[in-house]
């Protein structure tokens, strides 16, 4: 029997500092990526976007958070859509938008994980940990605070009280794996060491490459019988390959780092669902980001490098 995928796009871009995420679905649907998941054997059910109406304006204490009416109508939007795509398939996408999509995704998934009674691990691919509480961002953009909202930061949210939704199953921080960090703000420098989170920054992927730290996490979640997720930031990767993003930060992982970590959770068997976000198209170089992020999905979903025709990049 065919394995299933369920493809759902989050056109979202209020998180974020410069407009044209909510464009990234659409940009990797252009690209070809169910079709390219169908010719790998894949059974793809595309389910659309999902959408919020207008909102009215939620002001915050902190002067500089913006768009938060907005960012709590995607929350509440996505948690149930994030959840009914993990129940009825076999590794659900969900597209993005930016990255404060997550705070959606990833609480939906870690409904289904404790339907499961597992454990629900989080691989992080990213420039930045996300690990905000809206006190302690300066910028006030929000795709910063995923990680502190669905690990459970904001106590507010654990009585259902506050400015996001409230948080049914947190999922425990020393659950998330964090790779290719390497901008990280004072609050979250002291949340990371109060949390005793993993973390393996680039100068660390540059000591140890990405296999070793990636192997013993993914030893962890086996263990453990975990349910994984990954999310997948584009600027994770280095400008220089993936142009497409508004937070762009020298130093990014490589083509084939990127790709053998892909291949690695792919033989791995673990991994129940994934996040694609923060891809701008409006920033992007005739689709080469886009038709990266669809390749590197290739490779989590099967594709090896004996598979890949000879064609030019870009």
């Known amino acids: 029997m065919r394995k299933s995928c369920h493809i759902l796009g989050a056109p979202i871009e209020t998180g974020a500092s410069q407009r044209g995420c909510l464009m990234g679905p659409a940009s ?11 010719a790998l054997g894949w059974s793809v059910k595309d389910l659309g976007d999902v959408d919020i109406a207008p909102q009215t304006e939620r002001p915050h204490s902190n002067p500089v958070v913006h768009n938060l009416a907005e960012t709590r109508a995607w929350i509440e939007a996505l948690e149930p859509a994030a959840y009914e795509a993990a129940r009825n398939c076999d590794l659900p996408i969900f597209m993005g938008g930016d990255h404060s999509m997550s705070a959606g995704t990833v609480t939906g998934v870690a409904r289904v994980a404790a339907e499961e009674g597992r454990p629900l691990f989080v691989l992080w691919l990213d420039a930045h940990p996300d690990l905000h509480r809206l006190d302690t961002t300066e910028s006030g953009n929000l795709h910063g605070t995923p990680v502190a909202y669905f690990t459970g930061q904001f106590s507010d949210q654990l009585s259902g009280q506050g400015d996001y939704p409230a948080l049914t199953h947190p999922v425990d921080p020393t659950h998330i794996c964090f790779m290719g960090i390497r901008s ?37 979640v086996k263990a453990a019988n975990g349910r994984l997720h990954v999310s997948f930031d584009v600027d994770f990767l280095d400008p220089g390959i993936a142009p497409a993003v508004g937070t762009t930060v020298p130093g990014g992982a490589t083509f084939r780092e990127a790709h053998l970590i892909m291949e690695t959770l792919c033989d791995s068997g673990l991994v129940g669902s994934l996040d694609l976000v923060e891809l701008n198209p409006f920033l992007d170089e005739r689709g080469r980001t886009a038709k990266l992020l669809r390749d590197l999905t290739a490779s989590l979903f099967g594709r090896r490098v004996l598979d890949r025709m000879t064609r030019s990049f870009g």
Do not use: S, Y
């Not at 979250?188 to 109060?194: G, L, N, P, V």
């Not at 680039?202 to 990405?210: F, I, P, S």
């Open 184 to 220: 990280v703000d004072p609050a979250e420098h002291a949340r990371i060491q109060d949390l005793d989170m993993d973390v393996h920054d680039m100068r660390a992927l540059d000591e140890t490459g990405v296999l070793a730290p990636l192997r013993t996490f993914l030893e962890r």
């Open 28 to 38: 990797l649907r252009t690209a070809g990526l169910p079709e390219t998941l169908k």
